[in-house]
């Protein structure tokens, strides 16, 4: 088959942190995509749930966001945002998936501004449910792309809480939920250490090295004393990507390796 793109390693391994029978909140992209493809595999009971309240659907045709009613065809449910952000209220979500525009060591987000918040150079989004998946989730993960400008010392603007301030902070601020437990980046897959709560290299990529995911990233960065490489997608997996799941290449790139 065709050389595994960066997509596809980050879709893969994205879908592998989803567990069967668990509900996950999943966004826009490569979290639907990873979330199509553990169904398809290792996850067929996993329970879906969209920020639009579109609950385990079973769509023919990718969505282009969660408010697009090609989402719908083959839910259980469509109950509305409130109904989807009450599942995270009470406990009920096992995993969540965020993109951001700025993460930090601790992996906390910034998804609002960059620049002063009252005169910002760039006005993003906000926080949408964000903070509520990962306030609230048992747990949750990252998917970005390794960039000096995304990885940063400090985050410019506190939106969604990672370990906040590092060991202990997010208990004493009384978030219930386990943090962040994995970034999956377009050169390696990132965890935080038990102790420091410090983001670290887990899995690189072939054809990767340290030297160059720390070069992408500003704030130092260590490798996981386990330090692994990151298998090649086998073919059954490429195929569900290309084939079935997003082959018009909606949100899987074919280009970048």
Known sequence: MAEVSRDEYMAVAASREIRDSDTAFIGTGLPMVAAYLAKATHAPRVNLVFESGIIDPRPVDLATGVG???????STKIAGTFYALSLLQQGK???????TAEIDAYG???????????RPKVRLPGSGGANDIASMAKRF???ARL????FVEKVQYLTTP?????PGAREAAGLPGAGPVRVISDRAILGFGPDSKRMRIERLY???????VQEHCAFPIEASP??????EPDAHLLRLLREVIDPKGVYVGRGER
């Open 147 to 150: 960039d000096r400008k995304r």
């Open 226 to 231: 386990s330090l692994e490489a990151e298998p």
């Open 206 to 212: 072939p054809g990767e090295t340290l030297a160059a």
């Open 93 to 99: 979500v096992d995993i969540g998936f965020l993109g």
């Open 141 to 143: 993960v990252v998917i």
């Open 108 to 118: 906390n987000l910034n998804s609002t501004v960059i620049g002063p918040y009252h």
């Open 68 to 74: 697009d009613y090609r989402l719908a065809h083959g």
């Open 162 to 166: 990672g370990f906040l301030t590092g």
